[in-house]
């Protein structure tokens, strides 16, 4: 019997083959959007997925202007940042913030969905994200997706 056959594989920077995405935001539903995008990011979908390992595929996202919050979470839900100075703290609600970065919110959800930690900013990086329907990496042919496909 070979022992070799029995060994676990684990994905390195060589070994990884990172894909190019394409994900039209139009009409999506916030959360459930980031959340997927997350596991592309992460690689989760991929079977040769390594926890410690960037082999995620790269993500572009279009028609951010026109994501959707369920219920009422559009003018309720609010973002909270602080400037470091006493009385310091500010809030934006999704409207306000759609209207001033439009891609903002969706870059909010998506982050919040990864790590907290190296990894984590590294796959940050690989997403990128359009409030209109056009996007500068036509170059690198990003292959359509559908969220349903992803399981």
Known sequence: MNTLSYKTISANAATV????VLIDAEGQVLGRLAAKVAMLLKGKTKTNYTPHVDCGD???IINAEKIQLTGKKMEDKVYLS???YPGGQREVTPIKLLAKKPTAVVEKAIKGMLPKNRLGRDLFRNLY?????EHLHKAQQPKPMKLTSIK
């Open 17 to 20: 083959t990172k894909d190019w």
């Open 82 to 84: 602080h400037t470091g």
């Open 58 to 60: 790269n993500v572009v």
């Open 129 to 133: 994200v359009y409030a209109g329907p």
